[in-house]
Nanobody, 124 residues
Framework: QVQLIESGGGLVQAGGSLRLSCAAS????????MAWFRQTPGKEREFVASISSIGDSTNYADSVKGRFTISRANANDTVYLEMNSLKPEDTAVYYC?????????????????WGQGTQVTVSS
């Protein structure tokens, strides 16, 4: 069991940067594959990035590759999403997600644990 709390969202101008954090509670954070998804009204939740349980492998959506970086610090049970060169189309609610087994996935139903989400708004 793991609980997730996101922070770091906000309003930023196009071209700017934000860093999202996701703090996890539970003693087995290092056992979870972690990911970030985002969602806009009327659309399905969209995969953004994922990172393996020990941080040795990452995966990114094509739309954010080269601009976003996912990382994790198992020592303090936190996963991060560094977002640079932000675009208005990055505007969404961003969710942190966790899945217990090692196989990384881009499909949101595969993740059993979710945070409450944090709003990111990029103005043009």
């Amino acid at each position: 069991q793991v609980q997730l709390i996101e922070s770091g969202g906000g309003l930023v101008q196009a071209g700017g940067s934000l860093r999202l954090s996701c703090a996890a509670s539970g003693r087995t954070f290092s056992s979870y594959t972690m990911a970030w998804f985002r969602q806009t009204p009327g659309k399905e939740r969209e995969f953004v990035a994922s990172i393996s349980s020990i941080g040795d492998s990452t995966n990114y959506a094509d739309s954010v590759k080269g601009r976003f970086t996912i990382s994790r610090a198992n020592a303090n049970d936190t996963v991060y999403l560094e977002m640079n060169s932000l675009k208005p189309e990055d505007t969404a609610v961003y969710y942190c997600a966790a899945k217990l087994f090692s196989a990384m996935s881009t499909n949101w139903p595969d993740y059993g644990y979710w945070g409450q989400g944090t709003q990111v708004t990029v103005s043009s």
